[in-house]
């Protein structure tokens, strides 16, 4: 199982469904209330996959975008939140890609892509 995590800042509601509309097939994804948890699911190379939107990732914000699946359209949360910032334009965050579990925060590097392009910045 493989997963993508990518955070979203001021998610706008049906934003995350159009975009994974043309990138997933038979996409089952409400996204309307962009305010609470919401999960779906979709099939990328005939692989089912699930989709899970997360409201408030360090802090009021971001929400946090998961997808799960034997086989994504992506090949890393960079990749990944590239297309998601083609498709909405806002502001997007990723993990550099090194991180584990347990590892400090502290220091973290993150990746920000918005309209300033793309950098390598501590969160806060």
Not at 26 to 48: C, E, I, M, P
Not at 61 to 66: E, G, I, K, N
Request: proline residues 2%; glycine residues 8%; hydrophobic residues 35%.
């Amino acid at each position: 199982m493989q997963d993508l995590e990518i955070y979203i800042r001021d998610l706008e509601s049906g934003a995350v469904s159009r975009w994974l509309e043309g990138q997933l097939d038979q996409l089952q994804l409400d996204d309307s209330d962009v305010s609470s948890v919401a999960k779906g699911t979709a099939s990328f190379n005939g692989a089912r996959l699930r989709i899970s939107l997360y409201p408030g990732a360090f802090g009021k914000r971001f929400t946090s975008l998961v997808l799960e699946g034997e086989d994504l359209p992506w090949n890393s949360d960079l990749e990944c939140a590239r297309s998601a910032w083609r498709a909405m334009e806002g502001e997007i965050r990723c993990s550099l890609g090194d991180w584990k579990e347990g590892d400090p925060v502290e220091d973290e590097k993150w990746w920000r892509l918005d309209h300033r392009g793309e950098q390598q910045v501590v969160w806060n």
